[in-house]
C-alpha cells in the first residue's frame, strides 16, 4: 500500500504500468482513502493523495490506469480537478470515477461528465461493485494505450522509411536522369543505324 509520495518533479518519459496497475485516490477524507486502498491494493498498486492539486503533481510523475476522484474537497474540487486533468495529455484519457456521498443530483451527474468524469461511485460504496469497476476501466485504458504505443511505433516505423527514401531520393533521380541519356543515345544509334546505306 502505497500513501502519499515524495516529489521528484514531472519525468520527461512516464513508466510503464507495473504487474499491478497504478489507481490514483483522491480523497480530503482519510478514512475514505484508506477503505479504497483497503478494497484495491490486493489487485492494485496504490497512491493517494488528499488535494486535487497535489493530484495534477502526481498524474504528470507517474502513469495512472483509474483515478478515484472525491466530488467535495476543499480548494479545489472534484469537478474542476477533473476538467484540469483532462487538460494535460499524461491524463486525457485516463478514467475518472467520481465518489461521491452527496450530489446524486441529475444537474451534478451532468456536470460531472462535462468536467471529465468516466463514471460515478456513491456512498455507501459496495466494495464488490468498486473492485469491478477499476478493474473494468483499467483493462479498458491498458488495452487502449498499448494500442496507441503500436499506433506511435508504427508512426515512428513509417517516418523511418519515408526519411530513407527522401535520403535516396537524389541518388534516385541521377540514376533516372542517367537511364535517359542511354536512352536517348540508344534512340540516336538506333536512328542513325536506320539511315546507314547497305
Same mark, same amino acid.
Given at each position: ?11 520527461? +518519459? ?30 492494485? +498498486? =496504490? ?5 486535487? #492539486?497535489?493530484?495534477?503533481? !502526481? ?7 483509474? @483515478? !478515484? ?9 472534484? /469537478? ?16 475518472? =470515477?467520481?465518489?461521491?456521498? /452527496? ?6 451527474? +451532468? #456536470? ?18 468498486? #473492485? !469491478? ?17 503500436? @499506433? ?26 542517367? @537511364?535517359?541519356?542511354?536512352? +536517348?543515345? @540508344?534512340?540516336? !544509334? ?7 546505306? /547497305?
Amino acid at each position: 500500500m502505497f500513501s502519499e509520495v515524495g516529489s521528484t518533479g514531472p519525468s520527461d +518519459t512516464m513508466t510503464p504500468q507495473p504487474s499491478k496497475p497504478r489507481v490514483l485516490i483522491v480523497d480530503d477524507t482519510s478514512s475514505n482513502r484508506f477503505a479504497f486502498e483497503s478494497v484495491l491494493q490486493e489487485n492494485f +498498486t =496504490i497512491f493517494s493523495t488528499h488535494s486535487g #492539486r497535489r493530484a495534477i503533481d !502526481l498524474v504528470q510523475e507517474e502513469e495512472f490506469a483509474v @483515478i !478515484l476522484l472525491d466530488v467535495r474537497m476543499p480548494d479545489m474540487d472534484g /469537478f474542476e480537478t477533473a476538467e484540469r486533468l483532462r487538460k494535460l495529455d499524461q491524463t486525457k484519457f485516463t478514467p475518472i =470515477i467520481f465518489t461521491s456521498a /452527496f450530489d446524486r443530483t441529475m444537474t451534478q451527474l +451532468t #456536470r460531472g461528465y462535462v468536467a471529465g468524469a468516466t463514471d460515478f461511485l456513491f456512498s455507501p460504496v459496495d466494495p464488490s461493485l468498486l #473492485r !469491478l469497476k477499476v478493474a473494468t476501466y483499467a483493462q479498458i485504458y491498458l488495452r487502449n494505450e498499448a494500442l496507441r504505443l503500436q @499506433i506511435h511505433q508504427l508512426t515512428v516505423s513509417l517516418q523511418l522509411v519515408q526519411a530513407e527514401m527522401a535520403k535516396h531520393a537524389p541518388a534516385e533521380e541521377a540514376l533516372k536522369a542517367h @537511364i535517359q541519356e542511354l536512352e +536517348t543515345a @540508344i534512340a540516336e !544509334l538506333s536512328r542513325q543505324t536506320d539511315l546507314a546505306p /547497305f
